[in-house]
């Protein structure tokens, strides 16, 4: 049967798409589809793709390059000439255009994980490196991130991030200078001096790799729902995943800056995964070396004597390879790295104006041949003395062979939801490796749901929230309401239902598209209840997979996908709804973070006693 949904417990759609619903709540299997496996159904091939590319142009005195066409860039593939289809210069908003972009608040007991702010096509993001940087530079990167906050003009939106054992938002997209400004001084963007970890060289080298990666792959979620590019200024003192014996191919590849894949999907782990995610966000990085302009070892208080002709060997040596790694990631996603000076808050404002000021080019390449090899791309601008920032290259990924791979998956994870619902459990206890106590950190779709996390704009939602008057209290020997699960020594205890209305952006669902002309894909819902220390104490999950015509299809984008559920709360205690939306098809995911205090209470009603 097709043109249909299948959903979990408490699961309403829009009325206009409801056609037909079976649990598949949590703690329940849901049924086997008796038609053939999406595995065995055949795919479109794709013939034609096009290759888009951000361009940032400077002058010989640093700035951008205005008023270009299309007929002044020659772009070459692999040394064979493309036709350029299309390209579009961005500028920063003016303040009229600022006015016309303010959205609107939302209604009462609405939030959402997107935060609209007027942009300039382009958005600052600011990441305070406080694993690989030392405490002194710390504190100078601060001093001149104030400075700067403190010029910055209105209507640039700015996000700041904190890297030490774990990557953390410290304020999300603003266009307010006072609110940016806000958060650089206050506590919040203080680094956490707690090791992630205890343990060997490697172990230490390696969770450090994994803490950067998961934490670079968590930004590149949240920034996904954003359009347009976004400058990444790193501010740090070395790039940890180029020591060690780390010897892959995917280590060396990234040395020739060829990590960054023009993929649907980012990879699970190493580097590559790191890069795949910022290339698939629009994300250009600027790494600055936060330590400045340094002195030589031979001029230290600390060197006692004569310096020997060599004092300086081991300075120049590591200084080299770690400005070598810094001018690698910025090459490889069309960024720039800055090291050797101190004028940090002048280097912010270059990289906010030149950043803002870019182009956009599309061409439709001339090799549709389709076999991962890496393409080599340059661009050249018939003007003398001009700078060019872009991505050099991108990997020839088949995308027929993907869509197969994403077919095979999706019914894993359909039956991976079904088996394991969210339920409240202990939080994962640390690892023994090597007789060291490690806390590795979490990826996908768990690491987005714990309390706290930085919330991921993947697939875009809102959630309006309904308390109930009622309070309620179960009596010892009475169960609890369908579909909640309470923990043991919550259930005596007075709670409030509170109606949770998930409202999907079906254009950020990922539907796989065969030749029968039905797309295939799956969701899932989940809205869990945490304590202020993090203890996720209820939780419900709702599964909906589709098997959609066009028809169908096109009204479920035009209308959304809307998903109810109903959840207890305890009355008492301080608690936080983390509510989430897992894209079953490609593994991408939204999720926002409320205050059950944020939710407006109606008429409070008596306790009501259940026996």
């Not at 803490?211 to 790193?234: C, D, E, T």
């Not at 699970?268 to 600055?288: H, N, Q």
């Not at 305890?570 to 059950?596: S, T």
């Amino acid at each position: 049967m097709h043109s249909m949904f299948r959903c979990g417990a408490r699961c309403a759609f829009a009325a206009a798409l409801w056609v037909t619903c079976s649990v598949a709540s949590a703690g329940q299997a849901a049924p086997q589809p008796q038609e053939p496996t999406l595995e065995q159904r055949p795919t479109f091939s794709i013939t034609t793709r096009e290759v888009l590319l951000d361009l940032v142009v400077t002058d010989g005195s640093r700035h951008p390059l205005t008023g270009l066409k299309a007929s002044d860039f020659t772009v070459t593939e692999e040394g064979q000439p493309q036709s350029i289809a299309h390209l579009e210069e961005h500028h920063p908003m003016n303040e009229a255009a600022l006015a016309r972009a303010q959205m609107p608040p939302l209604p009462p007991n609405t939030f959402t994980n997107y935060t609209p702010v007027p942009n300039s096509n382009a958005y600052t993001v600011i990441l305070l490196d406080a694993m690989d940087t030392p405490m002194s530079a710390q504190m100078y990167v601060r001093e001149q991130l104030i400075g700067f906050l403190k010029r910055v003009q209105p209507g640039t939106p700015i996000a700041i991030f904190q890297l030490d054992s774990e990557m953390r938002l410290i304020q999300g997209f603003s266009s307010d200078p006072k609110v940016l400004l806000a958060a650089a001084e206050s506590k919040r963007d203080m680094p956490s001096l707690q090791k992630p970890f205890y343990g060997s060289h490697f172990l230490n080298q390696m969770v450090r790799n994994q803490v950067l990666g998961q934490g670079m792959q968590a930004m590149s979620k949240y920034l996904a729902g954003f359009p347009g590019r976004k400058n990444l200024i790193w501010f740090t003192a070395r790039l940890p995943f180029w020591y060690g014996a780390d010897n892959s191919d995917s280590a060396i590849e990234y040395r020739e800056g060829h990590t960054f894949r023009d993929d649907f999907t980012v990879l699970e782990d190493g580097v590559a995964g790191l890069t795949d995610a910022l290339t698939l966000s629009r994300v250009a990085v600027y790494p600055i070396d936060s330590r400045g302009l340094q002195n030589l070892p031979q001029f230290q208080a600390s060197q006692r004597g004569v310096p020997g002709p060599n004092a300086n060997a081991g300075f120049y040596t590591a200084q080299a390879f770690q400005h070598m790694d810094l001018d690698a990631i910025g090459d490889a996603t069309g960024g720039k790295a800055y090291y050797n000076t101190n004028g940090l808050k002048d280097i912010l404002g270059e990289i906010v104006d030149n950043g803002s000021n870019y182009y956009t080019l599309a061409y439709a390449t001339t090799n549709q041949t389709w076999k991962g090899q890496f393409r080599r791309i340059k661009i050249t601008v018939n003007r003398p003395g001009v700078k060019l920032q872009y991505r050099p290259g991108y990997y020839a990924v088949d995308r027929t062979q993907q869509e197969e791979r994403q077919l095979a998956a999706l019914q894993k994870r359909i039956a991976n939801a079904a088996q394991n619902p969210y339920r409240p459990v202990n939080n994962a206890g640390a690892q023994q490796q090597d007789g060291a106590v490690v806390h590795p950190p979490k990826g996908g779709f768990d690491a987005a749901m714990e309390l706290g996390a930085i919330p991921p704009t993947e697939i875009i939602f809102t959630a309006s929230l309904a308390m109930d008057d009622k309070v309620m209290k179960l009596g010892k020997k009475t169960p609890l309401p369908k579909d909640n699960y309470l923990l043991p020594d919550y259930k005596d205890k007075p709670f409030r239902n509170y109606t949770v209305k998930i409202d999907t952006d079906a254009h950020s669902l990922h539907m796989t598209k065969t030749t029968d002309g039905i797309r295939h894909g799956a969701a899932q819902f989940v809205t869990a209840v945490y304590t202020a220390d993090g203890r996720m104490i209820n939780a419900l999950q709702t599964t909906a997979t589709f098997d959609l015509k066009d028809a169908t299809y096109q009204k479920l984008l035009r209308d959304g996908l809307i998903v109810m559920q109903q959840v207890a709360v305890p009355v008492k205690g301080n608690y936080f709804l983390r509510i989430g939306v897992h894209d079953l098809g490609d593994d991408r995911v939204g999720a926002l973070e409320i205050a059950v205090d944020e939710v407006k209470p109606g008429n409070a009603g008596q306790v009501a006693q259940l026996h």
